[in-house]
């Protein structure tokens, strides 16, 4: 016999995944340049050069069995070092080596930190829309996953419905900023507001509520300022990857962060390698570790985003879309044009036009667009949307 659950996640893609898979087999019927698929945040930037250099001059100079044999289990000490040093100078922190463990990525990185804080009865809020897959890791630790739903005219978060969905059974609130898949970077305002909420319902539930943030997007910003969360509320553990910053998301390389402010934060940490053992995401790559701690801070040419950005969104909403502009990450989230976005996007499928349906991300009525591609196929893709927006009129 074999797990049902498992079965059920493992013989159906995600809605994102499956629209990616569609548009490989339409390019292979149609040809690439009739295919315009904004289905994957795949990163279309290369990496920095310094990736390479950094690559090539450990290649040259660490003994093979050194650079590829086994880390620490939480990491390389001296990577974890250099990291923390990066952020205390980008943050005003003071962490150390020990506040940090290495992870397979920011999957990863989530998985591990709900594995780390659920216990039977607890549960996990997130505010929509949101990344579909956080309610896999969750509900695969036995926890129970919350959807606040979302205030579409900013996507700032909906405070009315989150105070009302709020409860003692809350271990963590789950926080995506830039938003996948909005792009809007939640203010200064907002995060104050969201730490004082949080700061009340932990007395007055008499445990403390974990702020989990994930921050893949945290480099992706349009002149907009992207708040740091563990400044503003104590009991924050930031998940991160190196995926978009620096175009390397088949490396799988990021880390969990748990800041000494936090409460509980030793037994938090031991936790979090306990989760990594069980989960089996002991000691991430060794030598992309070494490269992302000699890169941190570094970014690929993000000036490309913006670009796109600037095309896709003005482009749009001149054939009447209706858009939220982004501040961050590299999507677009309109409304569609009919009530079904299932529907829209079906019907922008048959102009080979891949979207992904808001549904899934707990957004009804919108579709993701991922504009991390080549500014040639969006420009080529125009003609497409203007003649997707035309059956509407």
Not at 23 to 31: E, H, L, N, S, T
Request: with cysteine; charged share 20%; proline share 6%.
């Amino acid at each position: 016999m074999y797990s049902e659950k498992m079965y059920e996640l493992g013989s159906r893609r995600s809605v994102i995944r499956e629209i990616f898979e569609f548009g490989k087999k339409r390019i292979a019927q149609v040809g690439a340049e009739k295919v315009f698929d904004f289905s994957l945040g795949n990163p279309n930037v290369p990496a920095p050069q310094a990736v390479e250099d950094t690559i090539l001059e450990l290649l040259r100079t660490m003994d093979p069995a050194q650079l590829h044999g086994y880390t620490s289990a939480q990491g390389d000490a001296g990577v974890r070092e250099q990291i923390a040093a990066a952020l205390n100078k980008a943050h005003g922190t003071h962490y150390t080596g020990d506040n940090l463990y290495m992870t397979v990525g920011a999957a990863a990185s989530l998985c591990i930190c709900f594995k780390a804080l659920a216990v039977e009865g607890d549960e996990f809020l997130t505010f929509a829309p949101y990344f579909p897959e956080y309610k896999v890791f969750v509900e695969g630790t036995g926890a129970s996953f919350r959807v606040v739903p979302a205030d579409t005219e900013n996507f700032q978060i909906h405070f009315e419905e989150f105070e009302r969905l709020i409860s003692p059974r809350t271990k963590g609130v789950i926080v995506n900023s830039p938003n996948n898949p909005s792009g809007v970077v939640y203010s200064e305002e907002t995060v104050r507001r969201l730490a004082e909420i949080l700061r009340e319902k932990s007395a007055q539930y008499g445990h403390p509520i974990y702020l989990i943030a994930d921050e893949p997007y945290r480099e992706i910003s349009y002149d907009v300022e992207v708040p740091y969360l563990p400044n503003y509320y104590e009991n924050t553990l930031v998940c991160y990857s190196y995926s978009k910053s620096l175009s390397l998301p088949g490396e799988r390389i990021g880390y969990v962060l748990v800041p000494g402010e936090a409460e509980d934060s030793k037994e938090i940490y031991a936790a979090v390698c306990g989760a990594g053992r069980v989960l089996g995401y002991v000691c991430a790559p060794a030598l992309f570790q070494r490269v992302a701690a000699a890169c941190t801070g570094m970014t690929s040419d993000l000036s490309v985003y913006r670009r796109n950005r600037e095309l896709l969104y003005g482009a749009l909403t001149d054939l009447g879309f209706s858009c939220v502009k982004p501040q961050g990450a590299f999507y677009l989230f309109p409304r569609s044009l009919e009530p079904d976005a299932n529907a829209f996007c079906e019907k922008a499928r048959e102009l080979d036009l891949l979207l992904v349906p808001g549904d899934g991300f707990g957004c009804p009525g919108h579709v993701r667009i991922s504009y991390c591609v080549q500014t040639e196929m969006i420009e080529r893709s125009l003609p497409a949307f203007e003649k997707l927006a035309a059956l509407y009129r």
